[in-house]
């Protein structure tokens, strides 16, 4: 099994930034695409962006494009989402997720429901 904690949500105001953290652990995610979503009050849970189990390859949501930056450090197990220029948008729930089926080394996994694992979420609010 493997257990995600995300970390490093907060309250900031518009155009600051923030960095979450996904700590993995149980057993190694350096062979799982990982990704982030997203669920804002009222709203149903979107994906913001995913990374291949390499890191070769990294896919965003277009509302987050160009902002976001997402990355992962295998021999730590860790995933990170450095967020800029944040807007009142981007409120939401963060939540950090693993596939481990996927074979490929470029592949991102998108859709939520290929995903396995699930951290508990972080909540990041934007004020305008």
């Known amino acids: 099994q493997v257990q995600l904690v995300e970390s490093g949500g907060g309250l900031v105001q518009a155009g600051d930034s923030l960095r979450l953290s996904c700590a993995a652990s149980?057993?190694?995610?350096?062979?799982?695409?990982m990704g982030w979503f997203r669920q804002a009050p009222g709203k149903e849970r979107e994906f913001v962006a995913g990374?291949?189990?390499?890191?070769?390859?990294?896919y965003y949501a277009d509302s987050v494009k160009g902002r976001f930056t997402i990355s992962r450090d295998n021999a730590e197990n860790m995933m990170y989402l450095q967020m800029n220029s944040l807007k009142p948008e981007d409120t939401a729930v963060y939540y950090c997720?693993?596939?481990?089926?996927?074979?490929?080394?470029?592949?991102?996994?998108?859709?939520?429901?290929?995903?396995?694992?699930w951290g508990q979420g972080t909540q990041v609010t934007v004020s305008s």
């Open positions: 990374i291949s189990w390499s890191g070769g390859s990294t």
């Open positions: 149980g057993r190694t995610v350096s062979s799982y695409a």
């Open positions: 997720a693993a596939d481990p089926d996927v074979v490929h080394p470029r592949v991102v996994v998108t859709n939520e429901y290929d995903y396995n694992y």
